[in-house]
T-cell receptor, first 114, second 114 residues
Framework: AQSVTQLGSHVSVSEGALVLLRCNYS??????LFWYVQYPNQGLQLLLK??????LVKGINGFEAEFKKSETSFHLTKPSAHMSDAAEYFC????????????FGTGTRLTIIP | NAGVTQTPKFRILKIGQSMTLQCTQD?????MYWYRQDPGMGLKLIYY???????DKGEVPNGYNVSRSTTEDFPLRLELAAPSQTSVYFC?????????????FGDGTRLSIL
């Protein structure tokens, strides 16, 4: 069985500061990992995905994530936060390439301080 | 191209009432999913379908039913609404397995059971 743990249900950063959202996974097989973003009153949108092609994955809106097998982590980062980044972020794991079923973390709400 | 459309967007039900949450997609996707999202709990999979006529239980199926008579539609049925079913419900779809495409989400249905 696979699972993900997101450390910190709420994260606040100042505009222009580094954004770091943490995700650790547990999987019995090589995982496929995803970050989704949810803006208020909307569904989830894919930010980026790791499918074993490269350990550093670049996504939309300047976000990137690095897969570290030794640390079982897939943390999401952005060098400089923007007000529009305020949203809830979900890490998810799938055990197969086709992401037939995703297991989501509990989410991290990102607040940007002006 | 509308993507995944969910109706209604909001609904208040009384305990014991029944209703159907509608979900339709116009992307000819084989896989469709229903999730519920509760505060601090992430998304939990209720039911999913890999194609017309085929459905399977997810993590939290009790109290719900689904059907998949066409590729486009995947309605979720609540037969006897209970307060524990107060939640935000999301429908998602994706192409067939082994295609490197993410799940596409609708904007959700916010359901309150009083």
């Amino acid at each position: 069985a696979q699972s993900v743990t997101q450390l910190g249900s709420h994260v606040s950063v100042s505009e222009g500061a580094l954004v770091l959202l943490r995700c650790n996974y547990s999987s019995s097989v090589p995982p496929y990992l995803f970050w989704y973003v949810q803006y208020p009153n909307q569904g989830l949108q894919l930010l980026l995905k790791y499918t074993s092609a490269a350990t550093l994955v670049k996504g939309i809106n300047g976000f990137e994530a690095e897969f570290k097998k030794s640390e079982t982590s897939f943390h999401l980062t952005k060098p400089s936060a923007h007000m529009s980044d305020a949203a809830e972020y979900f890490c998810a794991v799938s055990r197969n390439f086709g992401n037939e079923k995703l297991t989501f973390g509990t989410g991290t709400r990102l607040t940007i301080i002006p | 191209n509308a993507g995944v459309t969910q109706t209604p967007k909001f609904r208040i039900l009384k305990i014991g009432q029944s209703m159907t949450l509608q979900c339709t997609q116009d992307m000819n996707h084989n896989y469709m999913y229903w999730y519920r999202q509760d505060p601090g709990m992430g998304l939990k999979l209720i039911y999913y379908s890999v194609g017309a006529g085929i459905t399977d239980k997810g993590e939290v199926p009790n109290g719900y039913n689904v059907s998949r008579s066409t590729t486009e539609d995947f309605p979720l049925r609540l037969e006897l609404a209970a307060p524990s079913q107060t939640s935000v419900y999301f429908c998602a779809s994706r192409p067939r397995a082994f295609e490197d495409q993410p799940q596409h989400f609708g904007d959700g249905t916010r359901l309150s059971i009083l």
